[in-house]
């Protein structure tokens, strides 16, 4: 059974800005998706902006916001097919056990200026 739904868009210029802000980055993205998105340069912040919409398309799927998640707590992948993946971690696992979470879908893209994330999670 669906129990929530969340769609979001993030505009990749607010990536840019963030990029020369120390600490930023590693506040809302997890280690490794830095560690797979920074070497590619302008691909990895449109990889990251998609990310980061995903984040926000996971707590409005909660119904929460990200109220009580560090975001760096999320950590959106590609499985080996190119697949991407949500991982939760400490806050973000709990936030999602509460609300009765059992599988996320996940769809990511990302074109020019603008990147898009939707999240389904099952019960």
């Given at each position: 059974?669906?129990?929530g739904?969340g ?17 930023l ?14 070497p590619?340069?302008e691909?990895g ?34 499985s ?8 939760l971690y400490?806050?973000a696992?709990r936030?999602?056990?509460s609300?009765?979470?059992k599988?996320i ?6 074109e ?6 939707v999240?389904v999670?099952?019960?």
């Amino acid at each position: 059974m669906i129990l929530g739904i969340g769609i979001d868009v993030v505009h990749v210029s607010r990536l840019k800005r963030w990029q020369n802000l120390p600490g930023l980055f590693e506040r809302f993205f997890h280690p490794d998706e830095l560690k797979a998105a920074m070497p590619r340069g302008e691909t990895g912040i449109l990889s990251l902006a998609a990310r980061f919409a995903a984040k926000e398309a996971l707590g409005k799927a909660l119904g929460i916001g990200l109220r009580g998640m560090a975001l760096q707590d999320i950590s959106v992948m590609n499985s080996n097919s190119g697949k991407p993946v949500m991982y939760l971690y400490r806050t973000a696992r709990r936030a999602f056990r509460s609300f009765g979470g059992k599988h996320i879908f996940i769809s990511l893209s990302h074109e020019k200026e603008n990147a898009l994330a939707v999240v389904v999670i099952e019960g």
